[in-house]
């Protein structure tokens, strides 16, 4: 697989809306995070939509988290959905997997893509659809 949506919609096929798939896009925005270096890390929290969930997703009392931190787009994810609907948490992980792949060279990505959370995946979205 060479692109996030694969990744995304292999998670999606562990079952919608399940605890697998929240875990598996957990583990996509945490490995993808993790191999970005600052200034792409920067770059992901300055997209326009990934600034918008931090701005409102996290609480004022965690105003002096570092946004550029994967955790911390984790962080607010989970609250989002805890503060709405549970829904919006998978959205959101969404949004932050596509910002960080945005920023992956080719090394990053050929690093993804030998990560563990994309080998549990590669099986899944190679499956065919019914």
């Known amino acids: 697989m060479t692109d996030i949506q694969s990744y995304i919609d292999a998670a999606e096929a ?11 896009l957990r583990s996509i925005v945490a490995t993808a995070g993790g191999l970005l270096g600052a200034d792409a890390r920067a770059a992901v929290a300055a997209d326009d939509e990934v600034q918008d969930n931090l701005e409102f997703n996290l609480h004022d009392t965690q105003a002096d988290l570092d946004r550029t931190d994967p955790k911390t787009w984790l962080l607010a994810a989970e609250q989002h959905g805890s503060d709405e ?8 992980l969404q949004a932050f997997a596509r910002a960080a792949w945005s920023q992956m060279g080719p090394e990053e ?14 099986p899944a979205a190679a499956a065919p659809t019914a």
Request: hydrophobic share 40%; charged share 35%; net charge negative.
């Open 85 to 92: 609907d549970p829904d919006y948490e998978f959205g959101d």
């Open 109 to 122: 990505v050929a690093l993804f893509e030998a990560s563990a959370i994309a080998g549990e995946l590669a």
């Open 14 to 24: 562990r079952g919608r809306g399940s605890r697998a798939e929240l875990e598996a």
